[in-house]
């Protein structure tokens, strides 16, 4: 089975700052990789996904991805934090079954970000 | 073009009781899953529907279960309620199915709250 490891529960940055959320994922063969953001209150968004096509993904407000099968990681980072950055991130893998798929999540991230 | 609609958003249910939670998906798409989102466990893969016909089904026990009807809604259903089943139940979209790097779309949510 596919999994993926949040290894910060919680991360805090001064805006302006850059951020690093850090993911690693267990697979057996070429995973598909999301992360998604969610906003208090909210649904789920999806900030970007890797598919292979290459190894740094970019995605949308400023957010992006490096995707290293050496490391098994997957961190997302964005050069400049904005207070509205401020929010729950979500690694997660998109894990093929006997019929459809499935998404792992994991644990995920809060991000704080002060003036 | 509507993004994916859940209702209600908000529940409260005594235990012991049964509630039913509605998805519209967005407009063409024929997939639909569910997930459950607590403090505790995170968000965890319920089941996906496609077709009506239900595909994967995650680790939960018997007493949640869902359709899709032929216009592509969806419904969940808990039986006999218990504490445990407090949480943000997360209804997602995606066409096509059965591909691993398909994006979900996801709806709002509806927060159960067991008494």
């Known amino acids: 089975a596919q999994s993926v490891t949040q290894l910060d529960s919680h991360v805090s940055v001064s805006e302006g700052t850059p951020v690093l959320l850090r993911c690693n994922y267990s697979s057996s063969y070429s995973p598909s990789l999301f992360w998604y953001v969610q906003h208090p209150n909210k649904g789920l968004q999806l900030l970007l996904k890797?598919?292979?096509?290459?190894?740094l993904v970019k995605g949308i407000n400023g957010f992006e991805a490096e995707f290293k099968k050496s490391e098994t990681s997957f961190h997302l980072t964005k050069p400049s934090a904005h207070m509205s950055d401020a929010a729950e991130y979500f690694c997660v893998v998109s894990e093929s079954r006997q019929a459809g798929t499935a998404l792992i999540f994991g644990k995920g991230t809060t991000l704080s970000v002060s003036s | 073009k509507a993004g994916v609609t859940q209702t209600p958003r908000y529940l409260i249910k005594t235990r012991g009781q049964q509630v039913t939670l509605s998805c519209s998906p967005i407009s063409g798409h024929r997939s639909v899953s569910w997930y459950q989102q607590t403090p505790g466990q995170g968000l965890q893969f319920l089941f996906e529907?496609?077709?009506?016909?239900?595909?994967n089904k995650g680790n939960f026990p018997g007493r949640f279960s869902g359709r899709q009807f032929s216009n592509s809604r969806s419904e969940m259903n808990v039986s006999t309620l218990e504490l445990g089943d407090s949480a943000l139940y997360l209804c997602?979209?995606?066409?096509?199915?059965?591909?691993?790097?398909?994006?979900?779309?996801f709806g709002q949510g509806t927060r159960l709250t067991v008494v």
């Open positions: 890797y598919t292979s096509a290459a190894t």
């Open positions: 997602a979209s995606s066409q096509p199915p059965g591909q691993k790097n398909t994006e979900a779309f």
């Open positions: 529907y496609f077709s009506e016909t239900q595909r």
